[in-house]
């Protein structure tokens, strides 16, 4: 499998984790209004929802064909302990550029908590492998240069289904290029290493999200329709800070709204 697909399927894996994220923690990241309300206003959220049915299609079964048995096998072979320290280990990677996004976005205690956790779970931790920084009160933080946009009031646009990466909006969709250069793991100079990083991180968030994508196969009427209300309503969630976002807004549906001189009012 080449670096190029390597990087673009590991986009799909990781939007496909923030659905664990919403099905785990809905009740305190979001309400039932917020996500009424993205249901409400999807007539404006989804105008081309046939194009995103089709891709959406096409990626479910690229998704049954590759990933999905992949994912299932790394999860049979490898021990819990095993799989947990490679989580963390990615996790830990994937704290420098949520201490970036956090500066970015004037939060700067969350910034400076994200850059301490990264020296102690790479030093005591041994490179990531054990959260340690948690348990010494460094909590982790979820954060992304779409969610640094939405801050600064940058509406999100029509919701997209984008090939092999999954959901998006315009925003997040376009973000995705910056966070490309923001991940770590990009700047790994040896070619064979860094296509193997990419490849088991690829694995390591698709099999984190087997549960969840297991339970949308049996129990939702709409899968489309739950992956999108989900998604939307979990980028407003984090958008906010897991605070009650303001009214929708037609343009987006994250609740964001166009300022000239900060961050967008929680």
């Known amino acids: ?3 190029g697909l390597f990087k673009v399927a590991t986009r799909r894996a990781a939007l496909t984790s923030l659905l664990v994220a919403t099905v785990l923690v809905t009740g305190c990241a979001t309400t039932r209004s917020a996500i009424d309300s993205v249901r409400t206003a999807s007539g404006e959220t989804d105008p081309i929802e ?5 891709i959406y299609t096409v990626n479910d079964k690229v998704d049954r064909a590759v990933f999905k048995p992949l994912a299932q096998g790394y999860e049979y072979v490898l021990p819990v302990q095993v799989r947990s320290c490679v989580s963390n280990v990615f996790g830990n990677i994937a704290d420098v550029p949520a201490s970036l996004n956090n500066f970015l976005q004037g939060k700067f205690k969350e ?3 994200d850059v301490c956790r990264v020296g102690v779970n790479t030093t005591v931790g041994v490179l ?7 348990k010494w009160g460094f909590d ?3 954060e992304d240069f779409g969610q640094t946009l939405g801050r600064w009031g940058v509406p999100s646009g029509p919701y997209l289904v984008l090939p092999l990466f999954g959901p998006s909006t315009v925003r997040d969709g376009a973000a995705l290029l910056v966070d490309s250069y923001l991940d770590p793991m990009r700047y790994i100079n040896d070619i064979p290493v860094r296509n193997i990083s990419y490849g088991v991180r690829l694995v390591d968030k698709r099999a984190q999200a087997l549960d969840t994508t297991n339970f949308i196969d049996n129990a939702a009427l709409d899968p489309y329709v739950f992956v999108r209300d989900a998604y939307l309503s979990r980028r407003r969630s984090l958008v906010n800070d897991g605070r009650e976002p303001p009214a929708v807004d037609i343009q987006g549906g994250d609740g964001t709204q166009p300022t000239t001189g900060g961050p967008s009012p929680k």
């Open 128 to 134: 990531g492998c054990f959260d340690v920084a948690s």
């Open 111 to 113: 910034g400076g908590s």
């Open 1 to 3: 499998m080449t670096a």
């Open 50 to 54: 046939p194009v995103n049915r089709v």
């Open 140 to 142: 982790k933080h979820n």
